[in-house]
């Protein structure tokens, strides 16, 4: 492979090798595979130029993070969904956004990590944490608002924020949506979780893993799961940041043990990333999502139709690799992905600005008609 690797594009050099380890069976024999397996946790996140991080910007997003004022009903916030105290999610097969209205049919992915990801959201419609930051709270059966204005308007009414966003973006129009996804994003990249039992072992640390763990990923190894599950967050092989890395699935539903597992999970209801592009060759594609802290993210899937990572690990194997595994194999692979939890950092409630003798909700009904005219268009 070599150097001709580079004259691939990065998705048809993917299913290439993808294609190979399907035909081989099981195994990549002593062949060296393209991309590199893991690897120590990155020591820095990316940073766009155009939003440096700040302690002030970090704190106000935090507070916009946690702030249910927000959405349209004033009772659903990022946190609602992405519950940093927990794991990042909400652990439950699909959220619940604003008005009891069911979210989107996907499952809400840890907001833990998501700074690493080079596109967000599961179809990868986000090339930034910025533009995944805005997609919720104008989602009219997430947070509800019907628009970027209204957002702004509602904002400048709370003193407080009138002041931080002054802090941190100056005296001239301060306050706006831009500003609102670069706070939240600013604070969404302090929330990585380094340290795992993993890193320790590529450290040098070789007690860090059992040897289950360490024969799980031997097996991983052995399958070819890298050719999706590459780099050092297990995602992608070091694609730049506004690129996606992505795969069909399932990629074998016709597999007669995968059928049985796309009618009993629902795998092939949700086109993925068609539809954004609406092309026929992204029917059932979706971004290879991280296996850092997967131990933690149950139920497991775009729709979250799978409960325990050991059903997970066999719905894989039979849909994306032709295989069915073994008890022994699927319990040493999960004690690999197990020793990918890493440490959460400390996460403390912060105290959001007030409205004193006043109450800034009163127009909630107004908005919401607003935002049902819009979805009628």
Not at 325 to 349: A, C, R, W, Y
Request: contains cysteine; charged residues 20%; glycine residues 8%.
């Amino acid at each position: 492979m070599g150097k001709s690797a580079k004259l691939y594009d990065h998705r048809q050099y993917r299913q290439v090798i993808a294609r190979a380890v399907l035909a081989v069976g099981i195994c990549l024999g002593g062949i060296e595979v393209a991309f590199a397996f893991g690897g120590e946790f990155p020591l820095k996140v990316p940073v766009p130029a155009n939003n440096p991080m700040t302690p002030a910007k970090i704190a106000l997003g935090k507070q916009l993070f946690f702030d249910p004022r927000l959405s349209l009903t004033g009772d659903v916030s990022c946190e609602t969904c992405h519950n940093v105290m927990g794991n990042g999610s909400d652990g439950l097969p699909l959220a619940f956004g604003v008005l009891g209205r069911v979210d989107t049919p996907r499952h809400a992915p840890s907001v833990f990590n998501a700074a690493f990801n080079t596109v967000q959201f599961w179809d990868g419609r986000a090339n930034s944490l910025e533009a995944q930051a805005k997609g919720p709270i104008l989602n009219h059966v997430e947070m509800g608002m019907p628009n970027a204005a209204d957002l702004v308007k509602r904002l400048q009414e709370i003193p407080g924020y009138r002041d931080e966003f002054t802090k941190v973006f100056g005296d001239k129009n301060p306050i706006t949506f831009e500003h609102v996804a670069q706070a939240i994003a600013t604070y969404e990249r302090t929330l990585v979780t380094p340290g795992s039992p993993y890193d320790r072992y590529v450290k040098g640390d070789k007690a860090a893993l059992s040897s289950s763990a360490i024969a799980g990923m031997k097996t991983i190894r052995s399958f070819g799961c890298e050719s999706c599950h590459a780099g050092p967050m297990f995602d992608n092989p070091g694609t730049p940041m506004g690129t996606g890395w992505f795969q069909k699935f399932p990629v074998q539903p016709h597999n007669p043990v995968c059928a049985k597992y796309v009618q009993k999970y629902h795998l092939m209801d949700d086109p993925g990333r068609f539809d954004v592009t609406h092309k026929a060759a992204d029917m059932h594609v979706f971004k290879v999502p991280s296996w850092r802290n997967v131990a933690l993210e149950a139920p497991y899937f775009h729709n979250g139709s799978v409960g325990t990572l050991q059903t997970a690990v066999r719905v894989m194997a039979a849909c994306q690799l032709g295989l069915t595994v073994t008890n022994k194999q699927v319990s040493d692979i999960v004690s690999f992905l197990d020793s990918l939890t890493g440490k959460f950092p400390k996460e403390t409630m912060p105290t959001l600005p007030e409205t004193p003798n006043t109450s800034i909700m009163m127009n909630v009904s107004r908005l919401e008609k607003v935002a049902v005219e819009k979805t009628k268009k």
